[in-house]
């Protein structure tokens, strides 16, 4: 499985007289510090976005061709789905004209997309396989939103320790 890096920056400008807007004189010591962290971690979240074209000559017996496909599909895909386990919606969906040679509108094309996305891979692929009509158009895998919340508390926990340590021993000096 891919991983990502999450990582945070912490910096600190210390200065160790008053700031140069609370005294005539220009500051002559000035101390920089900085800290950061950083943690691979698995990514848990699948995408799968399926998709379908249709073509004909009136754009509402496009329209409502898609609309029938990505019902059907999506009814199907619901029955399987299981919170965080695996969520389905419908995604994009557009009809557009199609030009002949002469410039003049020869026809329509459309298309229209459901979305399949959570941590369970098997569920989510099996679930694709039965939707026949629809083929896949995009898969990833991304961390989901309490793996990313997570992750980043701890990267912001790691960057701050390392930030103290480092003002302890200036302090030291």
Do not use: C
């Not at 004189?25 to 971690?41: D, F, K």
């Not at 997570?150 to 701050?160: D, N, P």
Request: net charge positive; no cysteine; hydrophobic share 45%.
């Amino acid at each position: 499985m891919n991983r990502v890096v999450v990582s945070a920056f912490l910096a600190f400008f210390a200065l160790t007289q008053a700031p140069a807007w609370a005294q005539a004189a220009p500051v002559q010591q000035q101390i920089s510090l900085s800290a950061s962290g950083h943690v691979e971690a698995p990514q848990d979240w699948l995408t799968v976005r399926m998709g379908l074209t249709r073509e004909g000559a009136d754009a509402a017996t496009v329209q409502n061709q898609l609309k029938a496909a990505i019902d059907a599909a999506l009814t199907t895909a619901r029955a399987q789905a299981r919170s965080r386990q695996m969520e389905v919606r419908s995604g994009a969906f557009g009809v557009s004209p199609r030009y002949g040679r002469d410039g003049k509108i020869n026809g329509w094309q459309g298309s229209a997309e459901v979305v399949l996305e959570g941590s369970d891979v098997a569920l989510i692929t099996a679930t694709a396989g039965k939707l026949p009509t629809l083929t896949v158009n995009s898969m990833g895998f991304s961390l989901s939103r309490e793996a990313r919340r997570q992750l980043e508390s701890e990267v912001q926990a790691q960057a701050i320790e390392r930030f103290r340590a480092r003002a302890a021993e200036v302090t030291k000096a």
